[in-house]
């Protein structure tokens, strides 16, 4: 079995290696510390799993997640962050993630995350999976989850503290399109300043 670990954060790697390594003793790891390290990776071996960090430099994982679910449509991807889970989890998930795990888990919720997502199936932990469960019985999703995977970013780099002039250098972007996307959250959120926007965050658990 071979695993690719994906995260710009070297001693992380090297901590899911060793996690993983004591559940597949046979298993054999790769590691990517970019986005480009990851595609280069993908496309010249075959992988059985990818676990990929979806904040690394450059281009976004959730457009990796993309580029996988397109080229590589059978490989499990387990996606991990430092986010919470209301955050990001159904969004990964929507575009093709097999699972998320928060960076702050226990090595034994990997393990299980792991053996899961092999197997076929899908993992969120216990808390989201009753969230997710509840929210089935409302019509109408919240603002936040009609945002573009951009705008996202843009959202999440602003409540990180970011200006807008370092959000469209994280992202490759000119600061004119960074502005165009911050003003279409605005609208989406139906927030009128940053402020407000904090404010949302923090009303649907994403501060």
């Given at each position: 079995?071979?695993?690719?670990?994906?995260?710009?954060h070297?001693?992380?790697?090297?901590?899911l290696?060793?996690i993983?390594?004591?559940?597949?003793?046979?298993?054999?790891?790769?590691?990517?510390?970019?986005t480009?390290?990851?595609?280069?990776c993908l496309?010249?071996?075959?992988?059985?799993?990818?676990?990929?960090?979806?904040?690394?430099?450059?281009?976004?994982?959730?457009?990796?997640?993309?580029?996988?679910?397109?080229?590589?449509?059978?490989?499990?991807?387990?996606?991990?962050?430092?986010?919470?889970?209301?955050?990001?989890?159904?969004?990964?998930?929507?575009?093709?993630?097999?699972?998320?795990?928060?960076?702050?888990?226990a090595?034994?919720?990997?393990?299980?995350?792991?053996?899961?997502?092999?197997?076929?199936?899908?993992?969120?932990?216990?808390?989201?999976?009753?969230?997710?469960?509840?929210?089935?019985?409302?019509?109408?999703?919240?603002?936040?989850e009609?945002?573009?995977d951009?705008?996202?970013?843009?959202?999440?780099?602003?409540?990180?503290?970011?200006?807008?002039?370092?959000?469209?250098?994280?992202?490759?972007?000119?600061p004119?399109?960074?502005?165009?996307?911050?003003?279409?959250?605005?609208?989406?959120?139906?927030?009128?300043?940053?402020?407000?926007?904090?404010?949302?965050?923090?009303?649907h658990?994403?501060?």
């Amino acid at each position: 079995m071979k695993i690719l670990i994906a995260d710009d954060h070297a001693v992380l790697r090297k901590g899911l290696v060793q996690i993983l390594a004591e559940e597949y003793p046979a298993a054999q790891f790769g590691e990517a510390a970019t986005t480009p390290e990851t595609l280069a990776c993908l496309s010249q071996h075959p992988w059985d799993l990818l676990v990929l960090d979806i904040f690394m430099p450059g281009r976004t994982g959730l457009e990796v997640l993309h580029d996988v679910r397109d080229h590589y449509p059978n490989l499990p991807v387990l996606v991990l962050s430092s986010a919470p889970e209301e955050q990001l989890a159904v969004r990964v998930l929507k575009a093709g993630a097999s699972g998320y795990l928060n960076k702050q888990a226990a090595p034994e919720h990997l393990a299980l995350a792991v053996r899961k997502v092999l197997a076929g199936g899908k993992y969120v932990s216990a808390t989201l999976a009753e969230s997710l469960a509840a929210g089935l019985s409302q019509d109408s999703r919240p603002p936040h989850e009609t945002l573009s995977d951009r705008e996202f970013e843009v959202m999440r780099l602003l409540l990180a503290g970011r200006s807008l002039k370092e959000i469209a250098a994280e992202l490759s972007l000119s600061p004119k399109t960074v502005s165009t996307f911050h003003t279409r959250l605005w609208e989406k959120l139906r927030v009128r300043s940053d402020v407000e926007l904090v404010r949302y965050a923090q009303e649907h658990g994403m501060a």
